[in-house]
């Protein structure tokens, strides 16, 4: 039903920055509240950060306040995330989600982003 794509993930070194982008097709972009998650090597997949439908909250994980920003352009079917200050512990396959409800239902296939020291 939802499609979700997730692009601009790459290889950079510590203190760099990069852009991620999510686009989203095949339901209503502009109704779901939408999410970063990362998963690491031998660890959980954990959340990053979040934003509503309308982009009026946002919510970040206390590891990554100060340096990422989320954000959308329902225009666009797009959500971002810019990351700077990037770190080899930001080091993970990022994903992409939606939330239609009350839980993060579609998922994307994940990007990687790799930080070296």
């Known amino acids: 039903q939802v499609q979700l794509v997730e692009s601009g993930g790459g290889l950079v070194q510590a203190g760099g920055s990069l852009r991620l982008s999510c686009a989203a097709s095949?339901?209503?972009?502009?109704?779901?509240?939408m999410g970063w998650f990362r998963q690491a090597p031998g660890k959980e997949r954990e959340l990053v950060a979040s934003i509503t439908a309308s982009a009026g909250s946002r919510y970040y994980a206390n590891f990554v306040k100060g340096r990422f920003t989320i954000s959308r352009d329902n225009t666009k079917n797009t959500m971002y995330l810019q990351m700077n200050s990037l770190n080899p512990e930001d080091t993970a396959v990022y994903y992409c989600?939606?939330?239609?409800?009350?839980?993060?239902?579609?998922w994307g296939q994940g990007t990687q982003v790799t930080v070296s020291s």
């Open positions: 989600a939606a939330r239609p409800g009350r839980h993060f239902e579609y």
């Open positions: 095949g339901g209503t972009f502009s109704s779901y509240a």
